[in-house]
Every structure is written in C-alpha cells, then in structure tokens.
C-alpha cells in the first residue's frame, strides 16, 4: 500500500488570503478613480460606464473575497458548522454580484449606442444653434446697419427740415398743423412750435387771387405747384407766400395728410411794387418835363402881357382887378410848372458837403412858430455825431418842407411831430424820419402817394407834386424814400441817403 504524500496548504491559504484582499482594494481603488473621472465629465457616459462596472467589481470582490476570509476565520475558530451553513448565502451573493456585473456589460452597448446618437443630434443641436447664433449675429448686425441708416437719413431729413429758410409744414388731412419747422414758426410770429400745433394752418392760408378753395384744387389735382396764397400771421398781419403742397392719401383714399412749402415773398412784391412805381414815376417825369416846357413858354408871355397892360390901367379900375385875377392864376401855373421841372430833374443840382442836422434846424427854424401857434409840438431827436454828406442844400430843405408841411396837415387839432436824425453804419446810411401821430394813410391809396397829382386835399391847397418833388429830389441823391403808416395812428416818412464814406476820410 503506497502512502499519500500531503502537500502544505499554507501558501495556498496565504495566496487566497492575500489575493481576495488585493481584489477588495484593487476593486475600490477603481470605483475611485471612476468616481474622480465621472465628476470631472458627468456627461461623459465611457466614465459612467467605468464608474458603475468598477462599482459592480467592488460589490463581487467585497462578495467573493469576503467569504474566502469569513471561510477562514470559521475554520481558524473550529466552527465548521456555522461556515457550512452561510456556504450557499455566500455563493449566492456571488452569483448575484457576477450577474449584476454581466448586466451592466450586457447592456452598456445598447446605453453607448443611445449615447453616440445623443452626442450626435447634440453635435447637430450645438451646429444649429451656432448657426442660429451666426444668423442671430448677422441679424443684429444688419439691424444695426439699418438703424444707422435710418438714424442718418432721420438726422439728414431733421436737418433739411429745420435749415430750410421757408415754411416747410406738414397737416393732417384737416389742415391742422402736425409740424412745423422754426423758419415757419418765425414767418407765423409764434416763439415755440408748441404754441401754434394743432391749429389750422390751412385756414390761414388763402389763395391771393381769390379762386377755388386750397383743400379743393389739392382733392383735384393732389398737389400745388408755386400757389400765390397771403398768410395770415399770429399778430393778424399779412404776408404774401408761394405754396407748393402735395396731397397724401390714405388706403381708402381719403385725404390724410398734407405736406407743403411755403415761400415768404413779401419782399419781393414790395420790391416790384417800387420798381413798378419807379418806373412810372420816371415815365411821368419824362412826359412832365416835355410838358413843362411847352407850357412854360406861353406862361411867360400871358404873365409878360399882362404886367404890360397892368402898368398902362387905373389900378383901381375893374379891367386892373381882372388883370390881377389872370396874373394870379398865370403865377400858381408857373409855380406848378416849375415843380413839374423839379419833379422830371430836369433843373441843375449844386452838390457839396452839408451838415443835415443843420439843414433840418434851418427848416424847423422857419416852420417851428407857425406850428406852436397851431398847437402842434415839434419834437427834434438829432444825432450830434451825424457825419456831413455830399447833398444839394436847397433841395433837400425842400424835401424836408414839404415832408413836414405833409405831417403838419395830417394832424386835426393838437398834436406832435417827432423828427430824428440818425446813422445806420451797416448800410452806409444816414436817415431823417418825420413822424406824426395824424390820420395816417389808407391802405387803398398807399401805393399813389408819390404819384403826380395825386393829392386827398382840398382843392386849393395842395397841388399833389410835393411828394412827388420830393421823392424825384431824393432819388436824384441816389436815396430813397420810406414810409410806415397806421390809419388813424399816424405816418412815418423815412429818408435814407447814402453816406459819402471817401469825402469823410478825405
């Protein structure tokens, strides 16, 4: 009978020992290092994979190798009994640690193919947003762009707007004012666009020549092409315009808005109103000159034979009286046809240099106590620094007699006389002024005042050249003749001449 040769179980007790001890922290060592990869990328699914099969080799190790120790330290303790009993507990741990380890492999494939097609629609998720970002970028910036332009062509409209030296207006469909730039606010005599929006505008403007009504012809024609159209002011004067509008209308058509230009002309008419006089004045000066002279002629010769047969009569004889009679009207003939010289400039002009201020009190000097007598005060407003000016003596004392004389007559009654004298260095004028405080002059015959003739005078008293002298005198010294006038407020003539700059440095 051969005999059994038993190997040592130690080393294997020791190996087993030592190798389940080494799966336990080998095990947990991987459940951290898992844990440490998962936290740093929790959306990565390979560490979460990791993580839980780690975590599953731990459960198995912690299983497996925790009954090889228990299994030991039972038989150390002879208690084999207690060790055969938990044997299938303990296997079956095992099993259900081994399974749950498969599972997790078993199905991480499925999990990674969900994943890969998660990472997937997020890559086209992420490409669609950035590109919704790129046009969301590009948007912006076109509505950038836009809003520069707009700003641009805002601020250029703004600017033409309120630069425009005319009324440039804008009304809703009923004439009232929307806006309106300063220009217009200016020509309206308002401080503040505030004051005047929401008026009616249009009611305000009606056509110079008294046709059809504005808002009609713009329903008709939808717009106004250089329109001559008077523009009642704030203060209630008047000014003459050229309106260029255009009808804006609504989808249904109905007129919703206008937008207009209007051209203050007022000087301009003023200006050809001058022309137009000057041109007659000079037509009427030619005619009064030819006509003066041939009347001059048969003047002399009606007053020489008169003064012939006067000489050889009783002067107390009626025939003589007669005689006196035609000598008298023979001589207020002469006198007008010597103005009508005067007026058509067709008598010489001696020019040199003349104080003004001294020919004003030369003519003041002669009229002054008459006037006191007529309780009409004169008031003298003279500027001492006056510079003297290159005139004809004579003839501007008679401008200013006559301007006087003018005012004297306006006045009923008591009243006043203001004259001054006074320098307008930016024009390069001097200017003498003769203001009354009389009946002024109608608006309806402003325009003749200066015309041969004319006079509102009784007859007898004025012959209607005094004016018309005057203004021949004036314009004869390159000056011109204003006047201001407020029907029973008074009138103010204004004589502009211009200043002799050389003779004064000379």
Same mark, same amino acid.
């Given at each position: ?14 190996v087993?020992i030592?190798?389940a001890?080494?799966?336990?922290i ?8 898992a ?14 994979y990791?993580l ?11 299983s ?16 084999d009994?207690?060790?055969?009993e ?8 095992n ?17 990674y ?23 969301n ?6 509505v950038?762009e836009?809003?520069?332009?707009l700003?641009?062509s ?20 009923r ?9 217009g ?6 401080q ?17 020549d008294?046709?059809a009504d504005l808002?009609e ?9 250089d ?7 704030q203060?209630?004067?008047e ?6 509008a ?11 808005r ?9 000087s301009r008419k ?6 137009l ?31 012939l047969?006067?000489?050889?009569l ?10 006196r009679?035609i ?7 002469k006198? *007008?046809?010597?103005?009508l &010289?005067?007026?058509? /400039? +067709? $008598?010489g002009?001696? #020019? @040199?240099?003349r ?6 009190k030369?003519?003041l ?11 009409v ?12 000016i290159?005139v ?8 200013f007699?006559n ?7 306006? *006045?009923?009654?008591?009243? &006043?006389?203001?004259? /001054? +004298? $006074?320098?307008d260095? #930016? @024009?390069?004028?001097?200017l003498?002024?003769?203001q ?6 109608p608006?309806e015959?402003?325009?003749r005042?200066?015309d041969?003739?004319?006079t ?9 050249l005094?004016l018309?002298?005057?203004?021949g005198?004036v ?5 011109e ?18 200043l002799?700059w ?5």
């Amino acid at each position: 009978m051969s005999s059994v040769t038993h190997l040592p179980m130690t080393p294997i007790y020791v190996v087993d020992i030592l190798g389940a001890a080494c799966m336990i922290i080998f095990s947990g060592l991987c459940v951290g290092i898992a844990r440490g990869l998962e936290r740093r990328d929790p959306e990565n699914l390979l560490w979460t994979y990791l993580l839980w099969f780690s975590s599953g080799l731990l459960i198995f190790s912690l299983s497996r190798s925790g009954s090889h120790l228990a299994k030991y330290i039972l038989l150390a303790l002879d208690l084999d009994k207690v060790w055969i009993e938990i044997r299938p507990v303990t296997g079956s741990l095992n099993s259900l640690s081994f399974v749950l380890v498969g599972a997790i492999t078993l199905f991480f494939s499925q999990i990674y193919a969900t994943y890969q097609r998660m990472r997937q629609d997020k890559a086209l998720i992420q490409k669609a947003h950035e590109e919704i970002l790129e046009l969301n970028a590009n948007l912006e910036r076109m509505v950038a762009e836009r809003t520069r332009e707009l700003s641009l062509s805002e601020e250029k409209y703004r600017r033409l707007f309120e630069g425009s030296r005319d009324m440039v207006f804008i009304c809703d469909g009923r004439g009232r004012l929307l806006d309106i730039n300063q220009a217009g606010c200016q020509l309206l005599g308002a401080q503040r666009k505030e004051e005047i929006l929401g008026s009616d505008l249009m009611g305000r403007i009606e056509p110079s020549d008294n046709g059809a009504d504005l808002f009609e012809r713009l329903r008709e024609k939808g717009f106004l092409e250089d329109v001559e159209v008077v523009l009642r002011k704030q203060n209630g004067e008047e000014a003459v315009g050229l309106l260029a509008a255009t009808a804006r209308r609504s989808v249904v058509g109905s007129l919703e808005r206008i937008e207009g230009i209007l051209k203050d002309i007022s000087s301009r008419k003023w200006m050809e109103k001058q022309l137009l006089q000057a041109d007659k004045l000079a037509s009427l000066g030619q005619l009064s000159a030819g006509v003066a002279h041939e009347i001059n002629n048969p003047l002399g010769l009606i007053l020489g034979y008169t003064q012939l047969l006067l000489a050889d009569l009783d002067p107390q004889s009626q025939m003589a009286q007669d005689l006196r009679v035609i000598e008298k009207h023979a001589v207020h003939c002469k006198r *007008i046809v010597e103005d009508l &010289l005067k007026f058509s /400039r +067709s $008598s010489g002009t001696t #020019k @040199r240099r003349r104080d003004l201020n001294e020919l004003l009190k030369e003519v003041l000097d002669v009229v002054r106590n008459k006037f006191e007598v007529e309780r009409v005060r004169i008031l003298e407003e003279l500027d001492e620094n006056l510079p003297p000016i290159t005139v004809d003596g004579d003839k501007m004392k008679q401008v200013f007699m006559n301007l006087l004389m003018n005012a004297r007559q306006a *006045i009923t009654g008591q009243g &006043l006389i203001r004259v /001054r +004298s $006074s320098l307008d260095s #930016k @024009r390069k004028r001097v200017l003498i002024s003769f203001q009354d405080n009389g009946c002024g002059i109608p608006p309806e015959i402003l325009h003749r005042i200066f015309d041969p003739f004319f006079t509102t005078k009784p007859v007898g008293v004025g012959t209607g050249l005094g004016l018309s002298v005057s203004y021949g005198i004036v314009r004869d010294h390159d000056g011109e003749i204003r006047v201001e006038t407020a029907p029973g407020e008074g009138s103010t003539f204004t004589v502009e001449l211009p200043l002799d700059w050389e003779g004064e440095k000379s």
